[in-house]
């Protein structure tokens, strides 16, 4: 069941500007203003170059627009220094990424625990556990990435994104990487992570049938937001995407 109602925003870009390097020809942002709520599970889509991977690593901190500004749970990232910008992300950010990012070395629960120690703080093992059991990876904890799946893996990383307790997952095509079975089971604990958590979930694609889990679709086009789609089915997402980029 869809979570629904009144949220305030977790993430909020005001007029960003991102430049590529060298500062020549369109700018990889120009000039985004979009928020992104508690509870809520966002798709952005666009065609290559659109700008769809800067405004993920502006929004989660981890590139500095050249304009504009971005607010973390209320708090403006660009009066932050590091380390308290790094300090920030691991306190209210968790990232799933298309290659999954996890260190090999370690195990499946020395993988999930990482982020909160780096962070300094004390992990809470009882509900990464939970975590753990929910992703459906319970008797796996002592198993190394490489004896996993691909979707699998991808189960760690997000129960690694979760165990921490975000506000916000960043998901840049956390599907692309996997079969079409594996995928639905990520964005269906994408989907339970939004609806039983309320974590706010901003998932980068390129796919209509990801999209579609999503509360709310937004489309980017020559580094701006061109579109948005609420409550988004296969069908729309794809028609939509069509559009933008005949445009």
Partial sequence: MRNHGARGPVVELVDVVRRYAGGS?????????????????????????????????????????????????????????????????????????????????????????LPQRLAGTRPDRAWAREVLHRVGLAGREDDRPGQLSGGQRQRVALARALA????????????GALDLGAGREVLALLREAVDDLRTAVVMVTHDPAAAAWADRVVFLADGRVVSELAQPTVETVAARMTAVTAA
């Fill in 25 to 113: 020809g369109t700018p990889a942002l120009a000039g985004v203003t979009v928020a992104f709520a508690a509870g809520t599970f966002n798709a952005v889509m666009g065609p290559s170059g659109s700008g769809k991977s800067t405004l993920l690593q502006c929004a989660a901190g981890l590139d500095r627009p050249d304009g504009g500004q971005v607010r973390l749970a209320g708090q403006e990232l660009g009066t932050l220094r590091e380390p308290k910008l790094t300090q920030a992300r691991r306190r209210r950010v968790g990232f799933v990424f298309q290659s999954y990012n996890l260190m090999e070395s370690l195990s499946v629960w020395q993988n999930v625990l």
């Fill in 164 to 175: 921490a307790r975000p506000e916000v997952i960043f998901a840049d095509e956390p599907t």
